[in-house]
């Protein structure tokens, strides 16, 4: 069920962008239409009104982290990545004072450092440590699907696939979700392999089925860092063979979710987790995936224009890019 004050939050997260100079006044509207707020509105369950917004508003930094990262591959100008990679790293893992001042500036890194702040001190501790090892990892994947791109590289579909898991930025929106809802897995218990493929199964879904959205610009502009495009280039394919695949892919990944998610209880015994509030912990992040599942696919053929723009059909850059967000080093 999509929460009523998406479009509230949508609006405020928009206004939140361009007040922080993310995104200039005048491409508000087409900004406004990926429809983070309401993403956040499908996935956050039971969330606060503060807590949705705070989502939708990291949502909207990472769809505009996302498109900077691929201007500047795209513009040959990654030199100017690494500075603010880092300042972003360095500001999650607990060390601001190594956050050089030419890039606490920049309003990538400087809007970072206030989300940053805000979603850690929410968080109780064990999500806290999930989310500080999550967006420097999230990070390399985007080093990683630059190196995707270099001239005449392909990387394997199991190299793109351990990529897109981190690439997606799921990860970190996952950790924000179960804050607001009160879910707190035990560390030994989200370690284990069960639970590990449980997430990797529906971020897999997800990141998947995005692919396909996605396609008539990833393939438009030569991006290689879609399943569809690897699966058509390795195996021969036609993009419309190759899209059918992605869909039989992903069929047998829901298939792997549900395996998984039936082994659970056998999985949770195995390992000794007999607390009833551990158990109900992982029965609630059972039905977060699959509210990501549903919500995430719903979002993109019903509230999000991110994938219907004629610009972004033709590979061009978002109107919102600002190519002057990133200076080069």
């Excluded at 990291?58 to 505009?64: C, E």
């Excluded at 985007?142 to 897109?164: C, I, K, M, S, W």
């Amino acid at each position: 069920m999509k929460d009523p004050r998406g479009d509230r939050a949508n609006a405020e997260a928009t206004a939140w962008a361009v007040g922080r100079g993310l995104i200039e006044t005048e491409a508000t509207e087409q900004f406004a239409g990926i429809g983070f707020g309401h993403l956040a509105a499908r996935v956050g369950r039971g969330a606060s009104y503060g807590e949705l917004v705070l989502l939708a508003e990291w949502m909207a930094w990472s769809f505009v982290l996302d498109d900077q990262h691929d201007l500047l591959i795209r513009s040959g100008r990654l030199d100017g990545w690494q500075p603010l990679s880092d300042a972003i790293a360095h500001h999650v893992g607990g060390r601001p004072a190594d956050v050089p001042a030419s890039a606490r500036g920049n309003p990538l890194v400087s809007s970072f450092v206030e989300l940053c702040d805000r979603i850690l001190a929410g968080m109780p501790p064990v999500l806290r440590d999930r989310y500080r090892r999550h967006v420097p990892r999230m990070l390399r994947s985007l080093d990683e699907e630059a190196a995707n791109r270099r001239p005449g590289h392909r990387p394997t579909v199991e190299e793109y696939v351990l990529t897109r898991r981190h690439s997606s930025q799921l990860l970190p929106m996952m950790d924000m979700v179960e804050a607001a809802q009160g879910v707190e897995v035990p560390e030994e218990v989200d370690a284990s392999p069960a639970l590990e493929e449980l997430a990797w199964s529906a971020i897999d879904v997800i990141s998947w089925g995005n692919d396909v959205f996605s396609l008539p610009k990833e393939h438009s502009c030569g991006d290689t860092n879609n399943l569809a495009v690897l699966l058509a280039d390795r195996h021969g394919l036609t993009l419309s063979e190759a899209v059918r695949a992605v869909e039989e892919r992903i069929r047998a990944r829901v298939e792997d979710f549900l395996a998984a998610s039936r082994a659970l209880p056998r999985a949770l015994d195995a390992l000794g987790v007999t607390d009833p509030a551990a158990r109900t912990a992982v029965e609630r992040r059972v039905r977060g995936y699959e509210d990501w599942m549903i919500g995430a696919d719903l979002w993109q053929r019903h509230d999000c224009t991110r994938y219907r723009d004629e610009r972004f059909a033709a590979g061009l850059e978002a109107a919102y890019t600002r190519p002057d967000l990133v200076s080069v080093a």
